[in-house]
């Protein structure tokens, strides 16, 4: 079979893209996690992998397993503190991670700084980059149907119910940072071993988000959708290249704004069915607060009557038959410390 | 010693002026508004343009950029973040980063990489007082901010509309069964927080000379950090991390090399939400405005 | 010694008392019913023994083990757990999977074994889908377990995190309004169901409004209003109580009337 250099190269690309789509997923579309800086992790087993292999000879596959392993220590160090809280502050964690590392990429000397890395040896080939693809997604298959994907994706539905259920929910959280991370580490390795030079900015904060459209684009929480969209995305600039200059120039113009439309319009992705969930969530959501707006009008009013009943007279007329009715609407039944209940549920809930 | 405790004033309340933006969306929809460090950008870009090209004087240039800025900001809160009210999470903060990276990347097809010079439009004056020297731009942003943050003051406490806001940060809810409309409040949020980036966006291009399409991130981040610092969703809070941001920065690089100066916000961003995530004057919360 | 006892518990948020000096006991194999009108502090209370919120002061103590030193998941670990007043299920999962995420603290498989799908780890999965099938049925849950479980009717949701809730082996079953927006017929079923339980050794704390329910069922009534436990005994005493009577239907008369 004869393949192009050129379609071959695509699918070695496509075959890391996949890796990196699959495992962002884990953290973003099964635990719900925005995580921003996954290129970073990558960036970190790729130079680990090349400095490894071109400075102190080591074989590829250690290399490639050392830079998966510096990679989920990086995870473990940026997530512990984060993932305990609210998952605005993984997001701008990540973020700001990814800035530091590329920095420190940049200002290093064994990493070449700002003139690169050379000098890595070509050992990567689309074998050995699809059969890592293909293992990764097997592996997520096992994850995703087991009582560890179970927990991540209860998690993600409804934290303060997966408390109540006993789940460790900072451990789940971290652990699964912790083997995406890993996984991307790995991908970062066969991209060294493939392009034999790395450069900070390959792995800047517009990767992650290239990776992250991927998986948005394909659909979180599933298992096709990542890998759809990273076949789509890794593709489609190529298709476009000499189409329409533009497009391709500003290429990550195009990806913010997947980002937004596709949270409008379709926020399960392509082939979602995992999450097509984020929209029925959407309406089990607005039902919720439709019924405490009812409530609170209930117990609004009910305030109003008492506050009209006291100045006229009061004829307590007190059967059990009648206790028992009213209980039924005792959601009108006080006012002024609305706050332990009710409020109270919203504190859990945020 | 007095020189870096002006430096750090000044740098400070910069940081503060966009710190607020971010304390005040997050107070009336409990969301970090990822594309405010863009928005800081556009109203720099909007200042540059009116001095130079339209040849306005400086207040009236800042008028036009924290216009221009309110009304992008209050589009931005339209398009990506209003349909999205009752959705997860998750998908307003995709909207959100996504509109972001939108904007840097829109700004960069419109105006091109290149970092722009801010022309002065005022005669810069320096004044040593001792070994103390402060000039024009040190006077400019500190009376600006101060100026704005009592403006900013006045307006949440006083105004209608500020009690409105107070409102609907306390509970959305029962602020639009008393007759509050909250898509009106959280647009009119937009708008101040907006225009305050704006503000910060004109001084800090003025002072550095420098205005590009990028240069929203490490401040966003940095106003981010000082919100969270003086407790998110807190307005005082958010004027106190960012003059102690500012400060702590300033402090640093006198002590440390000047490349330290991003991972100093960082670590203390760190620090912050490893050791009281609610901030200095997280109490406040109840509050939130 | 009682399953479940609070001493003096207090919470109180932005300065309002929410729960005030509570002291509750609860004996093995009992139904407790707390009672008291919305905003009484009585699901703040569930979430005090659950671990979601720490008591400013006080002590609660489940099997003579003080619950602070526990985080909320070792709570349920250690055999306490609840149902939430408004429904809060896993809305993208199935019925199944929402039953099997009760099951999790029982379980032990880890992330290699699922990777590499070793046979004890099979194994448990598969128990584990069993146990939750006849779950699924001691609950009188009958629909597709492989349906999302948001699109279970209301009553079904509610049978559903019943039945997630047994998963997890709890000694106590904290049940807060199990029949609201129900159907008497799904209050008789519901009724039922609870009893089942009880009789099968579990120990229940509930809150219900329906006040046929709780009278009917409960051993003991706990009413708190205000944050306040006003009274506490048998159905019969508590009905009878003045101060009861004064909180529940004082100014209530007066609303009907």
């Known amino acids: 079979?004869?393949?192009?250099?050129?379609?071959?190269?695509?699918?070695v690309i496509a075959s890391i893209n996949v890796i990196m789509a699959l495992s962002l997923n884990l953290v973003t579309g099964c635990a719900g996690q925005l995580s921003l800086g996954h290129a970073a992790f990558m960036g970190i087993g790729a130079y680990t992998a090349g400095i490894l292999t071109s400075v102190y000879g080591l074989s590829f596959a250690v290399a490639l397993i050392a830079g998966g392993a510096m990679a989920a220590l990086f995870g473990l160090l940026v997530g512990l503190p984060t993932l305990r809280l609210k998952g605005d502050y993984l997001a701008i964690a990540t973020l700001g991670f990814g800035e530091i590392i590329r920095v420190s990429i940049l200002n290093?000397?064994?990493?070449?700084?700002?003139?690169?890395?050379?000098?890595?040896?070509?050992?990567?080939n689309l074998t050995i980059a699809a059969i890592a693809a293909v293992l990764v997604y097997w592996t997520m298959t096992r994850l995703m149907n087991s009582r560890f994907g179970r927990a991540l994706t209860a998690i993600r539905e409804d934290e303060v119910a997966a408390v109540a259920m006993g789940i460790d929910v900072t451990r789940h959280k971290v652990l699964a940072f912790v083997i995406s991370a890993a996984w991307a580490g790995i991908a970062g390795g066969l991209f060294a071993h493939w392009f034999r030079y790395l450069h900070p900015s390959s792995f800047a904060f517009s990767a992650s988000v290239e990776i992250l459209s991927m998986v948005v684009l394909g659909g979180m929480g599933s298992l096709e959708g990542p890998v759809i969209g990273a076949a789509v995305l890794t593709y489609a600039p190529e298709l476009l290249r000499g189409v329409s200059d533009f497009v391709s120039q500003h290429r990550m113009m195009f990806y913010g704004a997947l980002l937004v439309v596709m949270m409008l319009v379709r926020p399960q992705g392509l082939?979602?069915?995992?999450?097509?969930?984020?929209?029925?969530?959407?309406?089990?959501?607005s039902r919720g607060l439709e019924q405490s707006g009812i409530d609170m009008v209930r117990r609004r009013f009910a305030s109003a009557?008492?506050?009209?009943?006291?100045?006229g007279s009061p004829s307590p007329c007190v059967v059990n038959e009648q206790l028992a009715d009213l209980a039924v609407r005792s959601g009108a039944g006080s006012s002024g410390t609305g706050v332990a209940g009710g409020g109270g549920e919203e504190h859990a809930g945020s | 010693m007095l020189q870096q405790v002006v430096n750090g004033l000044t740098l400070g309340s910069s940081y503060a002026l966009i710190a607020l933006g971010y304390t005040m969306v997050y107070g009336v929809l409990r969301l970090i508004n990822f594309a405010h460090g863009e928005i800081y950008m556009v109203g720099a870009f909007i200042g540059l343009m009116t001095s130079q090209t339209a040849g306005l004087p400086f207040a009236a240039a800042m008028v036009v950029a924290m216009a221009g800025a309110a009304l992008v900001g209050v589009v931005v809160e339209k398009i990506a973040y209003r349909p999205l009210r009752k959705a997860p999470r998750l998908a307003v903060l995709i909207s959100a980063i996504g509109m972001s990276i939108f904007l840097?990347?829109?700004?960069?097809?419109?105006?091109?990489?290149?970092?722009?010079?801010?022309?002065?439009p005022f005669e810069v004056k320096r004044l040593n007082l001792g070994r103390l020297r402060i000039n024009s731009f040190d006077v400019l942003i500190l009376l600006t901010s101060v100026g704005l943050m009592i403006a900013l003051h006045f307006l949440v406490q006083k105004t209608?509309?500020?009690?409105?806001?107070?409102?609907?940060?306390?509970?959305k809810e029962t602020a639009s069964l008393m007759g509050i409309s909250v898509n009106r409040v959280i647009a009119f949020t937009f708008a101040i927080g907006s225009a305050l980036a704006a503000a910060a966006g004109v001084l800090i291009g003025m002072n550095f000379n420098a205005v590009d399409p990028s240069m929203g991130m490490m401040p966003g981040l940095k106003g981010f950090t000082a919100a969270v610092l003086g407790g998110v969703g807190s307005i005082p809070g958010a004027m106190l991390g960012g003059i102690l941001l500012?400060?702590?920065?300033?402090?640093?690089?006198?002590?440390?090399?000047?490349?330290w100066r991003d991972a100093i916000a960082f670590g203390i961003l760190a620090l912050v939400l490893l050791v009281k995530p609610s901030g200095i004057l997280g109490r406040n919360l109840q509050e939130k405005v | 010694m009682p399953v479940l006892e609070l001493r003096n518990v207090s919470k109180s948020f932005g300065g309002i008392a929410a729960v005030r000096e509570v002291s509750l006991s609860i004996e093995q194999g009992a139904i407790l019913g707390l009672i008291g009108p919305?905003?009484?502090?009585?699901?703040?209370?569930?979430?005090?023994?659950?671990?979601?919120?720490?008591?400013?002061s006080g002590e609660i103590l489940f099997g003579g083990r003080d619950l602070a030193t526990l985080r909320p998941h070792e709570i349920t670990d250690s055999g306490l757990a609840r149902t939430f007043q408004n429904i809060r299920l896993f809305g993208q999962m199935t019925v199944l999977e929402n039953v099997m995420i009760g099951r999790h603290c029982r379980t032990k498989a880890g992330v290699l074994g699922a990777i590499l799908g070793i046979p004890g780890v099979r194994k448990e999965e598969a128990e584990t889908r069993k146990r939750c099938l006849e779950l699924l049925d001691f609950v009188g849950l009958d629909v597709d377990p492989d349906e999302k479980a948001s699109n279970l009717s209301y009553g079904q949701q509610r049978q559903l995190e019943i039945a997630r809730a047994l998963a997890t082996d709890p000694e106590l079953l904290l049940l807060d309004e199990p029949a609201a927006g129900m159907n008497p017929q799904e209050t008789n079923e519901t009724t039922e169901l609870i009893r089942r339980i009880r009789d099968a050794g579990k120990t229940i704390l509930l809150i219900e409004h329906d006040m046929k329910m709780v009278m009917g069922m409960a051993d003991r009534v706990a009413v708190l209003d205000h944050g306040v436990k006003i009274a506490e005994g048998t159905p019969e005493e508590v009905q009878r109580d003045p101060a009861v009577i004064r909180a529940y239907l004082g100014d209530e008369a007066n609303v009907v009337a």
């Open chain 2, 160 to 171: 209608k509309i500020g009690k409105a806001m107070r409102a609907a940060a306390e509970d």
């Open chain 1, 1 to 11: 079979m004869m393949i192009s250099p050129y379609y071959y190269q695509l699918l």
């Open chain 3, 38 to 56: 919305n905003g009484a502090g009585k699901t703040t209370l569930f979430n005090l023994v659950t671990g979601i919120y720490t008591p400013d």
């Open chain 1, 271 to 285: 082939v979602g069915t995992g999450l097509n969930g984020l929209r029925v969530s959407k309406f089990r959501r």
């Open chain 1, 305 to 311: 009557m008492k506050r009209a009943q006291r100045k």
């Open chain 2, 104 to 120: 840097r990347n829109l700004a960069l097809a419109l105006m091109g990489p290149q970092t722009r010079a801010f022309p002065i």
């Open chain 1, 108 to 124: 290093m000397k064994v990493t070449g700084g700002p003139f690169g890395l050379r000098g890595i040896s070509k050992q990567t």
């Open chain 2, 246 to 259: 500012g400060m702590a920065e300033v402090m640093g690089i006198a002590l440390l090399k000047s490349e």
